[in-house]
């Protein structure tokens, strides 16, 4: 028998993993910088908060850790090339089969502008 945990208690868990992870991170980037950079370029040795900044920075800066990006861009690549292969058509049956999912209203047909 599978025992559950509450919602509460998995979101705790995961903050404990997240900042695990990213104090185990500044300890790396902390030691690999003063391992690295001073012999190097001749830089300062920097702290554990600064290798924290750091890493912050480059998140900002570069928006990811590098890694895989995941299924979403393939899955969103894939059906941008179905789309363009559709024809009028196809595209309106594929909205409207959308509209009916999702219960929305159809928009107002809009005039072309010239």
């Given at each position: 028998m599978k025992r559950y945990l509450p919602r509460g208690v998995k979101i705790a868990l995961f903050a404990l993993l997240a900042l695990a992870i990213l104090a185990l991170l500044g300890v790396v980037v902390m030691s690999l910088w003063n391992w690295l950079i001073p012999a190097i370029f001749g830089w300062k040795?920097?702290?554990?908060?600064?290798?924290?900044?750091?890493?912050?920075?480059?998140?900002?800066?570069?928006?990811?850790?590098?890694?895989?990006?995941?299924?979403?861009?393939?899955?969103?690549?894939?059906?941008?090339?179905?789309?363009?292969?559709?024809?009028?058509?196809?595209?309106?049956?594929?909205r409207q089969s959308f509209r009916a999912c999702w219960g929305q209203a159809a928009p107002p047909e809009s005039s072309p502008s010239a």
């Open positions: 040795i920097i702290g554990y908060w600064q290798a924290i900044g750091l890493i912050v920075l480059c998140r900002l800066l570069f928006g990811r850790f590098g890694g895989p990006r995941g299924r979403a861009g393939f899955a969103r690549h894939r059906m941008r090339e179905r789309w363009e292969q559709m024809t009028p058509e196809e595209r309106q049956r594929l």
